[in-house]
């Protein structure tokens, strides 16, 4: 009798598991899926620091580059357009996996310059695909006003089982990210670069304090004071900061007089707010640093990552923590393919401006799966 | 809450559960009632209300009735010895004709509330037409209104009738009306088959639970890999068919015949297989109607719970009235000396007849337009003629030397039936009755089968969606192909000596279904087609 509930019970189990097998072959493919779903992979409490934002968090800095200069193992956590909804959630997220020593906050996202990007549901999408199932999740799903059906974030294979249709795309998926997950870690912890240099007119003069620009509606607000205060009631050791941008068009002058207020208010509520575009001299950032008007390329980025990881330890104290035998032979690892990266980078600058240089493409490009 | 979204599997896991674990076995089955309430009142659109009035006035109906006829009878037993025969027979049928009152008023205000809403903006805009003025409702017709209603009014008649004694205890006949798995599109129950096993507790039976998930398996695979993915295609043709070329409406009309089926036939099988689970074995609704060699066949096999209710409750009642019964006495007594053909006729011409009433009954059933009217009178002109001309069928087969079980022959049946079907079908995808007409027309004048090809590709519908169109109608047509072959229980019998292969069959269904399957973002998958009846 007993032999008889066991092989039935077993028969059930293994029915579910080969489900789960099956919604695990379908997901997004897209870099900002697999640099959330990568973060998931870091050891819990592992990470001396985390970056938080919007794509010039991928851009603008490598926290393989920051483990190589000063041992401080790091991540970015970002997803391109970042909204203001998503960065409190997003801190809670990375919260209930890692106790950084510092959580590096850029603020571009609250930056939008209309109030219709306030709520873009694929921008949404592209995060909450990626996140695990958990009350957080569910939590968050409740405060956002969706379209699709909220299903289908919770259980993203429901959006994703018609992948099969796009060929490539799931072909890409279905190479990438067993490759991530069996390996284990995200080799390059949420990192791009393109190997471009910007070509733009001269920047405008640096707006002055007396030119700032009001955040774009109460909602950007409210979301940016929750964000604070959750912040100081959860004593989280957060740093904020404008990441350098090239500052050749209104729109970006006027994101950076915004950025103006969003200072004022961090810095009166006792936040540190580091303003690197004011000091993008004293980095030695210059036009050809850039590979867009936004973003840093490669030797930007360096330039970048060294000097904020020089404050994050002089005036931070961020220490390098204790990493097992294991742990070190895997940042080693993605150090040594960030230099192979470097090197492939090197021989195209200048290249197909399309291609973006991240995890998944360069790892197929130069481990010739592609 | 649709059988198609998330939370009615959720739902149902945890009424089954429910219902196995409550403790108190005599009354478990007031679990299910919790349960069916809980289900139409999430999605009968605040409409609960009119289920139990249904509920209620069939109750107190069949309990009147029920009392009238035991009133009369104790009467006729008290006098037994002095009354005489024609006395008794007096006050027997005194006491029908009282039953009858009862039960035409009940039978009057059910069908009346769904004649109202299925009808009434139809008869307002007619009557705006010849100049009188009639205000238009904004009337949305309950879930699975007509489904509830032929159910208690079977078991209504069949009170009358003397079939059974009335159901005393109210809650018993709510759950009869109201069962949660077979509310939305039937099967219509047969309250003397589904009574014992709705209200006698059953313990939790494995392999019939197995057989059960397998079924609504079954049913969601039909559903949402070949219905919901071919009305995506039949849609973009009809609300435009005259775009379209006419290979491209018979090839539209052809998906349809497959989406009906996979639709209509997929939803009954969720319905049985949760019954199932629960213990409680539905009629079943289809016996593969697309392998039929007669349309009277196909009747028989298609919505068969449907037919058995007309058969029972319309049918007979029309055969064995005074007037058809006469009307086959005039036509053989018309002639001193009848022909074969009128005895024939004589015979089977009321017969006929009911048939072609039945049918239009059906057809008007279906909606409130004169193509309904269409599909009734087609489906029960064929029959009618087939019925009556029988004799010559048989008398050129004999000329021809066709053997009657000879496989050429078969499949000139079946091939035939379906197309005579399938101009049945042009009726319900036309937009009215000239457009069927029309599509009919067109599908055999205006034939370009590669231009036709083209433009149903380019419906919405990509190639590979296609090809899993193509796949889903291949496993459905080679499982109907083998239950045709082997009767459906051996089959049973020779998975239930495999659990491991009955196992994996079970793995395949679902995750096809969740692969191929059409729902999520974009797509609009919750309505099942018999719903909206």
Not at chain 2, 287 to 293: A, K, Q, T, V
Not at chain 2, 420 to 427: R, S
Request: glycine residues 6%.
């Amino acid at each position: 009798m007993k032999k008889t509930y066991a092989k039935r019970t077993l028969r059930a189990v293994a029915m579910i598991l080969a489900l789960w097998l099956v919604t695990a072959c379908f997901g997004r493919d897209d870099r900002n899926y697999f640099a959330i779903r990568g973060f998931y992979l870091e050891p819990r409490d592992s990470l001396d620091v985390v970056f938080l934002g919007s794509s010039e968090v991928s851009a603008d800095v490598c926290s393989v580059y920051a483990y190589g200069q000063t041992g401080l193992t790091g991540y970015q956590y970002s997803i391109d357009s970042n909204l203001p909804s998503l960065y409190l959630p997003q801190l809670k997220e990375i919260l209930s996996r890692q106790s950084p020593q510092a959580v590096v906050v850029e603020v571009n996202g609250f930056l939008i310059g209309s109030e219709k990007d306030l709520l873009k549901e694929p921008t949404l999408r592209v995060y909450l695909d990626a996140t695990r199932l958990s009350l957080r999740k569910t939590e968050t799903l409740s405060q956002l006003p969706l379209e699709e059906d909220r299903a289908s974030y919770l259980f993203p294979f429901i959006k994703f089982h018609t992948m099969w249709e796009q060929t490539r795309e799931w072909t890409n998926y279905l190479v990438s990210w067993p490759m991530i997950r069996f390996r284990g870690y995200s080799l390059f912890k949420g990192y791009l670069t393109k190997p471009v240099l910007l070509d733009a007119p001269d920047p405008f003069p640096l707006p002055g304090s007396g030119e700032k620009l009001d955040l774009c509606g109460e909602r950007v607000w409210e979301y940016l004071r929750e964000f604070a205060d959750y912040c100081a009631e959860n004593r989280v050791p957060v740093v904020f900061a404008r990441f350098p941008h090239h500052l050749s068009s209104e729109r970006e002058v006027k994101a950076y007089r915004r950025f103006l207020t969003v200072k004022e208010y961090l810095t009166e509520r006792g936040f540190p707010c580091l303003d690197l575009q004011e000091c993008q001299e004293d980095l030695g950032i210059r036009r050809e640093d850039y590979y867009n008007e936004s973003h840093l390329n490669l030797a930007g980025q360096e330039k970048l990552t060294s000097r904020l990881m020089e404050t994050l330890r002089s005036d931070f104290n961020v220490e390098p923590g204790n990493l097992s035998a294991s742990e070190r032979r895997h940042w080693d690892n993605c150090l040594e393919n960030y230099r192979e990266l470097r090197e492939l980078y090197e021989r195209s600058i200048g290249g197909d401006e399309r291609f973006i240089y991240e995890e998944i493409r360069h790892f197929l490009r130069v481990k010739g799966y592609i | 809450m649709s059988y198609v979204s998330l939370t009615f599997p959720l739902f149902t896991a945890a009424s089954v559960l429910a219902y196995y674990l409550f403790p108190l076995k005599k009354l478990r089955w007031t679990v299910l009632l919790a349960a069916s309430y809980v289900f139409y009142f999430f999605t009968g659109l605040g409409f609960g209300y009119l289920m139990l009035v249904t509920t209620l006035t069939t109750w107190l109906g069949a309990l009147w009735m029920d009392r009238m006829g035991a009133a009369a009878e104790a009467e006729v037993e008290a006098h037994k010895s002095e009354w005489s025969r024609e006395e008794r027979k007096a006050v027997r049928n005194e006491a029908k004709k009282k039953k009858r009152r009862v039960l035409t008023a009940i039978l009057v205000l059910n069908f009346g509330v769904l004649a109202f809403l299925k009808y009434y903006n139809l008869f307002a805009e007619h009557l705006c037409l010849w100049g009188f003025s009639a205000p238009t409702l904004r009337l949305l017709l309950p879930l699975g209104i007509s489904f509830y209603t032929f159910q208690a009014m079977g078991y209504l008649i069949d009170v009358y009738r003397g079939k059974y004694p009335a159901e005393r205890n109210p809650g018993k006949t709510a759950l009869f009306v109201s069962f949660f798995p077979q509310i939305v599109q039937g099967p219509i129950g047969d309250y003397a088959q589904l009574s014992p096993q709705l209200f006698e507790a059953r313990p939790f039976d494995y392999d019939r639970a197995r057989r059960g998930l397998q079924l609504a398996a079954w049913g969601y695979f039909k559903k949402l890999v070949i219905a919901d993915r071919a009305v995506i295609v039949i849609g973009a043709v009809t609300s435009a068919y005259a775009d379209y070329d006419g290979s491209a409406i018979l090839m539209a009309a052809v998906l349809y015949a497959l989406q009906i089926y996979a639709d209509f036939s997929g939803g009954i099988d969720i319905s049985r297989g949760i019954a199932q689970i629960l213990g409680i074995e539905l009629a079943e609704n289809f016996r593969r109607p697309y392998f039929s060699r007669s349309i009277s066949e196909y009747w028989r096999r298609w919505h068969i719970s449907l037919g058995a209710w007309m058969r029972n409750y319309v049918f007979y009642s029309l055969t064995t009235s005074k007037a058809f019964l006469r009307m086959g006495r005039s036509i053989r007594s018309a002639k001193p000396e009848p022909s074969p053909a009128r005895l024939h006729t004589a015979k089977v011409f009321p017969t006929a007849l009911a048939s072609l009433i039945v049918f239009l009954l059906v057809g008007i059933w279906h909606g409130a337009n004169l193509k309904y009217v269409g599909f009734g009178l087609w489906n029960g002109g064929i029959i009618m003629l087939s019925v009556l001309l029988a004799p010559e069928y048989e008398k050129l087969r004999s000329a021809l030397r066709i053997r009657a079980e000879s496989r050429l022959f078969i499949l000139f049946q079946m091939v035939r039936t379906f197309f005579i079907v399938l101009v049945g079908y042009y009726f319900d995808i036309a937009p009215s009755f000239g457009g069927a007409v029309d599509m009919m027309r067109r599908s055999v004048t205006d034939l370009h089968f590669k231009a036709g090809t083209e433009q149903i590709l380019s419906c919405g519908v990509s190639p590979k969606q296609m090809g899993a169109l193509a796949f889903g109608a291949a496993v459905m047509l080679a499982v109907s192909a083998a239950q045709e072959r082997r009767p459906e229980e051996s089959l049973r019998l020779r998975l239930e000596k495999r659990p491991a292969l009955s196992w994996l069959l079970l793995f395949l269904c679902i995750a096809c279904t969740m692969v191929f399957g059409v729902y999520g973002p974009g797509y609009d998958s919750g309505a099942f087609v018999y719903m909206q009846f």
